[in-house]
């Protein structure tokens, strides 16, 4: 099912380089590619499955910055984009997105003026933010006594990373919350994605821990709020299914309030990180789709591919291909070779499972192969990515790449 028309039609077109194919080296290399029909499939499944559990999505924009995909995602159904900080809700916010959520705390009372500049700029938009604090509170509060102009919060409960560690301290900030005209009280956040465990056994069980107290603490607030419309927000990329398996019974059973994830980077999944989390979530029996239950792993479709010349084979065995650290992501995993093409065609003698990126410099990949493999010079490597957060933020604009991987059209990117 499709949502819209593709997102081809939306994105900045520059006609000097659609209908042209990295595979080819028709544009200049190295170059970050999305693959147009991978991502549909993953947004249009994933929102799909979303409604079909109840929940809301404000995926993270951090993960692209680009104003075209958060545009789209919004149109196919998403509540909002989430945002990291004001320099991505200023561009966010300037490029027509008009509901977003700060995912972070503000820092100190310098950020109090930029917050209600953002307010009065864009006074028709919703900023909703977050505090883990009443030094945090008072920063929304100065904001809000600035801008003349009231300012939704969620109260963090956290592990890991920010947010109240106990119910104790988030009951505090809540009051704070609560005693400030100009601060309307949304519900709590949290992100499980930060908890720590020496196995992946005690992690879930960290997870759970904190989606318990997460759910004590929204029916403390349904107490003391009895009429607002509350929020609960939680849910990055690896853990949506305990968040929903967690959280969804509390809102059931409160009409007037709804689960909101913030899952952004599996729009467009990977060939690392995101895989083996996905492998790892159908060990934990997969996802609930309707009454089936499905392959999580198999449900989403890797997006992003980094193409790159080799540059020189210096030794058997051993080729130098031409991107590096300023170019892709390695802090969750190296590169994976997915193909092999020469003058535009793909290799078949080339198997892409004997090869392997074992060092990153600046901007050299070393990539081991078969030594009595025919590599040459000049031949073209499309490359699969761990952690797409990572990736995105090296380029200033990613292609789009269409089924026969021409490229139908450019997107840009936000990122400060």
Known sequence: MRYRMPLGQFHHTISSVVGLRPSACEVLLPALTLDETAYCHNRDFFLEYARAAGVRIAPHAKTPMSAEIAADLIEAGAWAA????????????????????????????????????????????????????????????????????????????????????????????????????????????????????????????????????????????????????????????????????????????????????????????????????????????????????????HSFRPALKLWAEILSIPEPGLAICGFGMRDVSFDQGMPVPLAVFREGLRNPEHDPSLMSVFKLNDQHAYLRFDASSSLSIGDVIAFGISHPCTCFDRWRQFYVLSDDERISGVCQTLFS
């Open 82 to 297: 989430t945002v990291a900080n004001l320099q991505q809700a200023e561009a966010m916010l300037s490029h027509g997105i008009s509901r977003i959520l700060i995912a972070n705390g503000l820092g100190g009372l310098r950020n109090a003026p930029r917050l209600a500049a953002l307010q009065n700029e864009f006074p028709e938009c919703e900023i909703v933010c977050i505090a883990d604090s009443v030094a945090a509170v008072a920063v929304l509060s100065a904001a809000a006594a600035t801008a003349e102009s009231s300012i939704p919060v969620l109260v963090e409960v956290g592990a890991g990373r920010s947010g109240a560690r106990t119910f104790e301290s988030a009951h505090l900030v809540a009051a704070a919350i609560l005693r400030d005209p100009m601060l309307v009280l949304r519900g709590v956040a949290t992100y499980e994605g930060s908890v720590e465990g020496l196995t992946e056994m005690a992690r879930i069980e960290g997870i759970d821990a904190l989606l318990a107290l997460v759910s004590r603490f929204f029916l403390h607030l349904r107490r003391i709020t009895p009429a607002d419309t509350l929020i609960i927000s939680a849910g990055g990329s690896l853990y949506f299914d305990r968040v929903i398996e967690a959280l969804r019974p509390v809102v059931e059973k409160d009409a007037n309030s709804f689960l909101l994830l913030r899952s952004g980077a599996i729009f467009f999944y990977d060939h690392g990180i995101y895989r083996r989390g996905l492998s790892a979530m159908d060990q934990r029996g997969g996802l609930l789709v309707g009454k089936d239950r499905v392959s999580a792993e």
